[in-house]
């Protein structure tokens, strides 16, 4: 069974810009995650969605972040613009349907790297 | 305030030893996991544990829940290279929004030397 897939793998890009995230679950999950991971700290959750719905979107800061599971399968996860703090590692997870938060199932990540 | 601390934060040993990591709160959990992430990979989990005063074993590994459910240790026996990695702790809490997420802790960073 293939595991969730993220891509790019590594971004870099200038301060300013704008840069988005791909991730497609694994196939029958209906909840996805998006995490941001910094250096040195454990993933912080930042939107879940269950099918197409963002049902927790209150860690995400909208000013700059926004998110989308338009036919409730792959996402994606836009930064715009980016800034140098945005540097990190954001983690896609997916988890099956009535298995409830602690089933989740996580991609490599993508680095972001800001300059 | 962390919700989880673990310690130590980093560990360093030879292979062959034995060694026990920590996941502390002052916070009740319903459960608690362990999860492993090794360098450029998403953290993969390692068990659940839900009952106070659980222990589970995996392997090499043993985990124990505490008895008030505020703290977990993870102890690994006879580390190997493999073990290498980021161990998390990490549990339900509650969000603003009165929904539900899973905290992480910050980690214990393993290095078994061969």
């Known amino acids: 069974e293939a595991g969730v897939v993220q891509s790019p793998r590594y971004k870099i890009i200038e301060k300013k810009q704008p840069v988005a995230f791909w991730c497609n679950p694994i196939?029958?999950?209906?909840?996805l995650y998006w995490y941001l991971q910094n250096l040195g700290q454990g993933p912080e959750l930042l939107i879940r969605?269950?099918?197409?719905?963002?049902?927790?979107d209150s860690q995400l800061p909208k000013d700059r972040f926004s998110a989308e599971r338009l036919k409730g399968v792959d996402s994606t996860l836009k930064i715009q613009p980016a800034e140098l703090g945005d540097s990190a590692v954001y983690l896609c997870?997916?988890?099956?349907?009535?298995?409830?938060?602690?089933?989740?199932?996580f991609g490599p990540g993508t680095r972001l790297t800001v300059l | 305030t962390q919700l989880l601390e673990q310690s130590p934060q980093f560990l360093s040993i030879q292979e062959g030893e034995n060694l026990t990591v920590y996941c502390n709160s002052s916070?009740?959990?319903?459960?608690l996991q362990w999860y492993r992430q090794e360098p450029g990979e998403g953290p993969v989990l390692l068990v659940t544990?839900?009952?106070?005063?659980e222990v589970k074993k995996l392997k090499r590994l043993t985990f124990q829940f505490g008895d008030a459910r505020k703290d977990s240790s993870l102890h690994i026996t006879a580390a190997q290279p493999g073990d290498t990695g980021l161990y998390l702790c990490?549990?339900?809490?509650?969000?603003?929004?009165?929904?539900?997420?899973?905290?992480f802790g910050k980690g214990t960073k393993l290095t078994v030397n061969p």
């Open positions: 196939s029958g999950h209906n909840t």
């Open positions: 990490a549990a339900l809490s509650l969000t603003q929004g009165g929904s539900e997420k899973l905290v």
């Open positions: 544990v839900v009952t106070g005063g």
């Open positions: 997870a997916s988890s099956p349907k009535d298995r409830g938060l602690l089933e989740q199932f």
């Open positions: 916070s009740v959990f319903s459960s």
């Open positions: 969605y269950e099918n197409e719905e963002a049902v927790d």
